[in-house]
Nanobody, 115 residues
Framework: QVQFAESGGDLVQPGGSLRLACTAS????????MGWYRQAPGKQRELIAQ???????RYEDDVGGRFTIARENVDKTVYLYMNSLRPEDTAIYYC?????????WGQGTQVTVSS
């Protein structure tokens, strides 16, 4: 059974930083191209960062240079390091397989950027 468990979301002031973590189970993590998605209020869920099994990363334009995705295969965990946070980064953040996600999603973790 495929499962994802996200954590690390919080209320943070503009310009602040957070580290999100997502632990996967039920998949062969080491060969899975992983991604972080987010869903802002009233918007569709979107893929914002991805990392393949070689560690090569790719980012959407509005998070590139501010966010960093990383993975630890031994722990089956993918991380999202978020810096210079903006109010428009407020969303629920999820992890899943990049581009062709599994049907099963975790509950996500809420990130709120506000003063």
């Amino acid at each position: 059974q495929v499962q994802f468990a996200e954590s690390g979301g919080d209320l943070v002031q503009p310009g602040g930083s957070l580290r999100l973590a997502c632990t996967a189970s039920g998949i062969i993590f080491s060969v899975t191209h992983m991604g972080w998605y987010r869903q802002a209020p009233g918007k569709q869920r979107e893929l914002i960062a991805q990392i393949d099994n070689y560690g090569i990363t790719r980012y959407e334009d509005d998070v590139g240079g501010r966010f960093t995705i990383a993975r630890e295969n031994v722990d089956k965990t993918v991380y999202l390091y978020m810096n210079s946070l903006r109010p428009e980064d407020t969303a629920i953040y999820y992890c899943n397989k990049a581009n062709t996600p599994f049907d099963s999603w975790g509950q996500g973790t809420q990130v709120t950027v506000s003063s």
